[in-house]
T-cell receptor, first 111, second 113 residues
Framework: RKEVEQDPGPFNVPEGATVAFNCTYSNSASQSFFWYRQDCRKEPKLLMSVYSSGNEDGRFTAQLNRASQYISLLIRDSKLSDSATYLCVVTPGGGADGLTFGKGTHLIIQP | GAGVSQSPRYKVAKRGQDVALRCDPISGHVSLFWYQQALGQGPEFLTYFQNEAQLDKSGLPSDRFFAERPEGSVSTLKIQRTQQEDSAVYLC???????????FGSGTRLTVV
C-alpha cells in the first residue's frame, strides 16, 4: 500500500463549480499535512497547510480527519487558473524530516 | 539567493554517461532534499541532508546514485552509468530545519537516450 493515496483524475469541472478531492495516508504517526500545487513542467508549490481544526484560504478549504486518516481539499467558484495537479503531502512523525507525496490529482477547469 | 537554484535546467545524456546535477539552496536553510519525479507521478524521496550530514539516503534507487553536500550549502546529485529508467525530473528542496515549509527548485529534467 502506498503511504499517500490520491485519485489521479483527471477531474474535468466547469468554471465556477465547486470541486473536492480527498487523500488517504497510511502512517498514523504522520505529523504535518499539506496540499501542494504543481503546474505542468513546474516545481511543486505550497498551496496550504492542513490543520485538524480545518482551515480556509479564500476559495480553498482544507480539512484533516486523523481518525480516518484522510485529508480533503475543497475549491469553490473554480477558475480556469486552478487547472493544475494537486499533490497531497504528509510528513512523518517522531522528529523525522522530509515530505511524502501522493501521485497527485489532475484538475482541469473548463470554460 | 532568493530561491532554490538548480542546474542544468535540462540534461540529455547518452546511456552509460555520468551526470552531475547541482542544487543551490536558500541561504541559511539547514535541510536539503532530493526528489525524483517520473512523468505522471508524484515526487519520490531520494535523500536528505541536514547541513553537510546525509541523514537519510534510503530513497536512492541504486548504488549508481550518489549525493553530497560537503560544506553544508550546495549539493550535487551524481548518477553514474545512466540508464533510460533514470529519465525523470530531479527536484531539490530546502527548508529551515523542516519548519516553515519547503521551497523547491525548478528541477533538472534528465533524459537518457
Amino acid at each position: 500500500r502506498k503511504e499517500v493515496e490520491q485519485d489521479p483524475g483527471p477531474f474535468n469541472v466547469p468554471e465556477g463549480a465547486t470541486v473536492a478531492f480527498n487523500c488517504t495516508y497510511s502512517n498514523s504517526a504522520s505529523q504535518s499535512f499539506f496540499w501542494y500545487r504543481q503546474d505542468c513542467r513546474k516545481e511543486p508549490k505550497l498551496l496550504m497547510s492542513v490543520y485538524s481544526s480545518g482551515n480556509e484560504d479564500g476559495r480553498f478549504t482544507a480539512q484533516l480527519n486523523r481518525a480516518s486518516q484522510y485529508i480533503s481539499l475543497l475549491i469553490r467558484d473554480s477558475k480556469l487558473s486552478d487547472s493544475a495537479t494537486y499533490l497531497c503531502v504528509v510528513t512523518p512523525g517522531g522528529g523525522a524530516d522530509g515530505l511524502t507525496f501522493g501521485k497527485g490529482t489532475h484538475l482541469i477547469i473548463q470554460p | 539567493g532568493a530561491g532554490v537554484s538548480q542546474s542544468p535546467r535540462y540534461k540529455v545524456a547518452k546511456r552509460g554517461q555520468d551526470v552531475a546535477l547541482r542544487c543551490d539552496p536558500i541561504s541559511g536553510h539547514v535541510s536539503l532534499f532530493w526528489y525524483q519525479q517520473a512523468l505522471g507521478q508524484g515526487p519520490e524521496f531520494l535523500t536528505y541532508f541536514q547541513n553537510e550530514a546525509q541523514l537519510d539516503k534510503s530513497g536512492l534507487p541504486s548504488d549508481r546514485f550518489f549525493a553530497e553536500r560537503p560544506e553544508g550549502s550546495v549539493s550535487t546529485l551524481k548518477i553514474q552509468r545512466t540508464q533510460q529508467e533514470d529519465s525523470a525530473v530531479y527536484l531539490c528542496a530546502s527548508s529551515y530545519r523542516g519548519r516553515g515549509g519547503y521551497t523547491f527548485g525548478s528541477g533538472t529534467r534528465l533524459t537518457v537516450v
